[in-house]
């Protein structure tokens, strides 16, 4: 539903400072590090990752399944089956290729828009429906927004939902990993809007200091809600703030997954050898900030229309295509594939018990409060008379 807006002309994000009105056409002279153009053609800059056939059909082949859960997520919340939705249509690039530049056993610390982290270490498609709906039987019991994931069996960590709170916590793990002499790194991702959050500067702060294995990726994705980039900073890109704090940062392509792995493998590397990196991944928001918004009311078409055209699904199609690793025909059986698979994953999922009401005192102490135990008896008396 488009609502109207005051007079005026709407904001652009970035403004010709952080993150830019789709500056990736002009990405060198904006310091934003590239390895293929909007037509998958490389551009010289970066060079091209050293990547075999079948991880770059892997990485390709994640980012349509992610676009497509998010279709997906999107028709099921519209239609009253899944309560919210955060969608990531445009951000697959960012999160999926720095989660294969990590290693397996390293930590991420997940923001929302990052489904395809969980994915590629291993959860199955049915668990991440478990969660959009809801079900007793996904790894938080049913209790947290729908795409608020996490799986400590695979060494992801759930965001906490207040804006950028969680940043310090990657980094006091990455401090204690260093502490203990073991060798796993951190990942953490977090948005634009986030960075002007206190926690980002300290995070930042102690990390310069004590030099910790972490890798802190700020996905630029042009707008926090309806603040644009350039409202949110008046500094010239996101990546300097590590230089208050002498943290090593660079600017890439968010929309090129060839240059984030880049970028996010040197980083890791890195992060051994006493140099956490702040990576800006400039990138955009496609689709609206959750369900609950409008966009409509705070930014123009023209924007949007801008940005599509550096789609990371078609940039990397483009690139495959060039390789000869990929065609009309294959790109047809993915996006059937990824259809069944997902109506699967979503009956299964759907048919699942849902949890008890109770149960959201669990999990809150080892041994609950005197002011739990009163809620919660409060509770079930209410659902017994109503029942
Ligand atoms: C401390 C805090 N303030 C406000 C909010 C409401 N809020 C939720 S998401 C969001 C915008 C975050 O923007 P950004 O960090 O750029 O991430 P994006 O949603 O664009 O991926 C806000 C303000 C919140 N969750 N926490």
């Known amino acids: 539903m488009a609502g109207k807006r005051k007079s005026g002309k709407k904001p652009a ?87 294969m530049a990590f290693a397996r056993n390293d930590w991420i610390f997940l923001g929302y828009r990052h489904p395809g982290a969980l994915l590629l270490r291993g959860a199955a498609l049915v668990q991440l429906f478990a969660q959009f709906f809801g079900r007793r039987d996904e790894p938080f019991k049913g209790r947290r927004l729908p795409t608020l994931m996490g799986d400590r069996r695979l060494n992801v960590v759930p965001m906490t939902t207040q804006v950028g709170s969680y940043i310090p916590h990657a980094c006091g793990a990455a401090w204690g990993a260093k502490i203990k002499g073991d060798d796993t790194r951190f990942l953490t991702f977090f948005g634009d809007g986030a960075t002007s959050r206190g926690e980002f500067h300290s995070a930042l702060n102690f990390a310069g200091i004590f030099k910790p294995p972490v890798v802190f990726i700020c996905e630029n994705n042009g707008w926090a809600v309806t603040t644009p980039a350039s409202a949110q900073t008046a500094s010239r890109t996101f990546a300097q703030k590590g230089d208050a704090y002498a943290v090593r940062n660079l600017r890439v392509d968010g929309n090129d997954p060839l240059a984030v792995y880049a970028a996010a493998r040197e980083a890791r590397d890195l992060a051994a050898k006493e140099a956490p990196s702040l990576i800006e991944a400039v990138t955009y928001r496609l689709g609206f900030h959750t369900s609950s918004d409008n966009p409509d009311l705070y930014r123009e078409p023209e924007e949007v229309e801008e940005w599509a055209a550096w789609d990371p699904l078609i940039r990397t199609c483009k690139y495959l295509e060039r390789k000869g690793y990929w065609g009309k025909r294959q790109e047809a059986d993915l996006w059937t594939r990824c259809t069944r698979d997902i109506d699967a994953a979503v009956e299964q999922a759907e048919a699942m018990p849902l949890p008890d009401p109770a149960s959201m005192f669990d999990d809150t102490f080892e041994q609950m409060t005197w002011m739990l135990e009163e809620q919660k008896a409060a509770l079930l008396g209410d659902l017994e008379r109503c029942s």
């Open 13 to 99: 994000a970035g403004g010709g400072r952080a993150g830019g009105y789709c500056p990736l056409g002009d990405a060198v002279r904006a310091g934003i590090r590239q390895v293929i153009d909007a037509q998958g053609r490389l551009t010289g800059d970066l060079p091209e990752p050293d990547l075999d056939r079948d991880t770059l059909i892997r990485l390709y082949e994640m980012m349509v399944l992610v676009r497509a859960i998010d279709e997906r997520g999107w028709v099921l919340q519209r239609s009253g089956r899944v309560e919210f939705w955060i969608p990531h249509k445009g951000l697959e690039a960012v999160h999926i290729a720095a989660t």
